[in-house]
């Protein structure tokens, strides 16, 4: 029952061929298995899912407001607030803290009846690709355990793919739902920037960052958007508009939309591979009945270099309050105040959140901040300007999501310059505050890859669209990790 999707998972539950509590335990039995060896989770909490799996199963008895996500076993990421639950965001300086509130995404789905089955591990404070930064542990690939699951929302991606959670939530400020879906196997959607509240995601470049999906196909991904989706007064960037229903999106037909396939994205840098497998699923498009043409945006170069300026000058603000004073640990035994913020940040920072704090504030600190900063963000306009010429001629960007399959736990935890570029096709996309979508596309040695859909600001219901016909007519989706 654990390997099921929600809208299959719904049906059953519909039917009453099964019940939530029956599946949540299913769920927990497998998890127990696995976890072991994938760690996905910092957080496990079955007293409290097994409350809200019977709950749901009222609210299903009764017939009570029931919505396709009534007791359905889901993760969180860790650094988004849960009242009562610990939420880390894998750092040690917040491994104590436990919010007085839930972040309006939690509080959505648990409105919708979803059962939390626990909190999943992410590079601490979302900094990374391969979840290895996390102050906490690291989280293994479920397609092989050598091998990182990217990052930052690592813990949800692995715990999707492991079967461990129905679906789970991440955050995306680079990539972070995209890359560790396109390693995992699994589908992962950023929105548009403002289409999902972030009130209780823990900042880190508040420009960027963006909640969506990870889940085990597209059909899931259109459901949990649906709850997600929407304005919110308590998030001055959230967008108010009329949000459609994104199932209604899951047509299998995509004839006559225009593709645009990104040169820039298929040239040096990208494994022969991975274009290999982009040139198949160009064709697939086109026997579809899609209209494939090439698209340059030449701006991409700069955009990894834009982005390790803007997301750390973010960074460091957003940072300034972890002071031992308002939140999680403080360093016991400092004479005075300045001591004890120094040693509590010193002792409570990883060494990746640290390298971004000094490369923000010294981007942001006076005689530097024009040279660095301020030239980022006309880069950034550069860059969004460069997308909307594109899109005046197609409705849809194409792209690998990754440059490689996953790599393995260890290859590149030395060298932050390799790690950065990892993200040089998710990336972008964040700076202009466009949609994405990660689909699986094909295979290497066993190890998935990923397909990047981009559809311009608010036109989910195309990308919804387009990843579900993809979907439909190939297989790629089908093929599981043997750990599940
Ligand atoms: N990998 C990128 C970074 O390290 C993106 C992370 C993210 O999207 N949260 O910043």
């Known amino acids: 029952m654990h390997k099921k999707t929600a809208h299959e998972l719904n049906k059953l539950l519909a039917k009453k061929e099964s019940s939530s509590q029956e599946l949540t335990t299913a769920v927990f039995a497998h998890l127990e298995k696995v976890e072991p060896k994938i760690q996905a989770f910092v957080t496990v909490t079955k007293e409290e899912a097994l409350k ?57 789905l648990k409105a919708a009846g979803a059962v939390v089955v626990g909190k999943t591990n992410l590079d601490e404070f979302a900094m990374g690709s391969s979840t290895e930064n996390s102050g906490l542990h690291k989280t293994y690939n479920p397609w092989d355990l050598n091998c ?90 959230s967008v108010d508009r009329p949000v459609p229903d994104y199932q209604k999106s899951l047509v299998n037909d995509i004839k006559n939309l225009r593709i645009g396939i990104i040169k820039e994205l298929l040239g040096e840098g990208i494994e022969p591979k991975v274009k290999e497998s982009i040139q198949q699923t160009m064709k697939k ?47 016991p035994n ?55 010429r594109a899109f005046q001629n197609c409705d849809l960007l194409l792209s690998p999501t990754t440059t490689s399959a996953a790599f393995k736990v260890g290859e590149k935890s030395n060298d932050p310059l390799a790690m950065y570029l990892s993200d040089i096709a998710t990336i972008p996309v964040n700076l202009a505050g466009l949609p994405a979508i990660s689909l699986p596309c094909g295979f290497i040695d066993n190890l998935p890859i990923g397909l990047q859909l981009i559809g311009k600001a608010f036109a989910e219901e195309t990308l919804l669209r387009a990843a579900f016909t993809y979907e439909q007519n190939t297989d790629w989706h089908k093929r599981k990790p043997s750990i599940i």
């Open 52 to 108: 809200q799996a019977k709950a749901a199963d009222e609210r299903l008895k009764n017939n009570d407001n029931v919505t396709p996500l009534t007791g359905i076993p889901i993760a969180i990421k860790d650094n988004m607030c849960t009242k009562g639950i610990l939420t880390t965001c894998s750092s040690k300086i917040l491994s104590n803290y436990k919010p007085p509130y839930d972040a309006t995404v939690v509080e959505k």
């Open 148 to 237: 990182v699951p990217g990052g930052s929302s690592g813990g949800s991606a692995a715990a999707v793919a492991a079967n461990e959670a129905v679906m789970a939530t991440g955050s995306d400020t680079g990539g972070s739902i995209r890359q560790p879906a396109a390693f995992c196997g699994v589908v992962g959607l950023k929105p548009t920037y403002g289409l999902v509240s972030r009130y209780g995601l823990v900042a880190f470049a508040s420009s960027l960052d963006q909640i969506g999906p990870l889940t085990k196909d597209v059909t899931d991904t259109a459901i949990m958007l649906n709850v997600l989706a929407g304005h919110d007064k308590k998030d001055s960037t």
């Open 285 to 331: 498009f086109e026997e579809l009945g899609a209209k494939i043409m090439e698209v340059s945006l030449p701006t991409f170069a700069y955009a990894v270099a834009t982005y390790y300026l803007i997301a750390p000058a973010e960074a460091s603000s957003n940072l300034g309050r972890y002071d031992g004073v308002k939140y999680g640990q403080r360093s």
């Open 334 to 388: 400092s004479p005075d105040l300045l001591t004890m913020y120094n040693n509590t940040r010193a002792e409570g920072f990883g060494p990746e959140v640290k390298r971004r704090i000094l490369i923000g504030t010294y981007a942001l600190s006076a005689g530097y901040y024009d040279a660095f900063y301020l030239k980022a963000l006309k880069v950034r306009t550069v860059i969004k300007n460069d997308f909307e």
